[in-house]
């Protein structure tokens, strides 16, 4: 990652209560637009409703900035790319690092946001928000790293373990904890910036033995300290952390809001149809990695089976409506409970918007219906 983008995936709060309905959607992706389309100025027959997704480094939100550079969207106010003419909507990409990126949807500075499905709840409880896209998973992407003085998890008492605190890094490092069965009043996590915690372990800073971090952190911290390893990480807490995007529901209501997340979710597949496509798949891998921390392909090979894609409407459909995912989510919320990140208990749920009257955080499948029936 460029040393002044890093990703910082902090969590404001780590809670979500589902209510969700157990409907399976079998559809085809859709069709890949001609990466050959060039950007057209906005037509003169009328203005085209206007609308803006902020997105930061990370391997499926980097999509994003690659489809600027295929021209499915311009990326640019008053131009449009072949998507955003097919469905009339002018999308502003506004790249940021990932806490700006929060604050900027936050304070209604641009309607959707890349995040993870953990950190959509605080910014949802004073602006009600919909998840439209599941984009990836952390399935080995957040990691505990160790020195040689660690040999086992029971020799982390009575040292500090460094990370983003009220994070994805605090959340893994506690429920790595609770699968094996160890009380966290036993250990010790200290808030530190995951880059300056990656640095410190990398130059071997007194003190810092243990760190949780996140890629590209994880791949730079293990190619540059050849003595230190992963003790655990995400793959023991399969679908509890997940990106997406997340749209404003006052955004939705807008004129033009349901087109607006029609395209935002087509771009996405169109560029994950080129990564499984043999043919495309090593460009596409490259492009992100542009996008992703100049990362180069043997690099992205690994990423990518450690943020694992959700490339297929179908794949989405299944986060968005399936019964494990609200199984997953009920123990997040558990979680939140017991940590006290979240004073209140907000309401959420699955499904349309006329199926989940009055929640603040929806995970809506039929903006993915919608696109997956088209194809």
Known sequence: MKSTQRTVRSALAIRLALVASTLFVACKPPATPSAKSTAAPVPDSGPVPAFSLAWSEYPSWSVFGVAAQLKLIDGARGKLGSLEQKWGVDIELKEAEYDPCLQMY??????????TT??????????????????????????????EAIRSVADLKGRKVFGLAKSVSEYCFIRNLQVRGLPERDFTFSNMDPGAAAVALQQKQPGVD????WNPFV???????KDVRVLFDST????EIIDCVTVAQSSLAKPGGAAFAHAVIEV?????RR?????????????????????????????VEQTRFYGTPAAGLEILTGAATRATQ??????????????????????AASETPGVVLRFDPTYIQIVANQH
């Open 106 to 115: 936050g304070s209604g500075n641009c309607d959707a946001v890349c995040v």
């Open 118 to 147: 953990l950190d959509a709840l605080s910014p949802a409880l004073s602006r009600p928000s919909t998840i439209i896209l599941p984009t990836s998973t952390s399935a080995g992407a957040d990691a505990l790293i160790v020195s």
């Open 210 to 213: 243990a760190i949780v971090v």
């Open 219 to 225: 791949r730079e911290t293990l190619n540059k300290r």
């Open 236 to 239: 023991s807490l399969p679908g």
């Open 268 to 272: 996405f597949y169109a560029v994950n």
């Open 275 to 303: 990564l499984a496509d043999p043919a495309l798949r090593d460009d596409t891998l490259i492009a992100i990695g542009e996008k992703f921390s100049h990362l180069d392909l043997p690099a992205m090979r690994q990423v």
């Open 330 to 351: 009920e123990q997040v919320v558990r979680f939140c409970v017991d940590q006290e990140l979240v004073k209140t208990v907000p309401r959420i749920g699955f499904g």
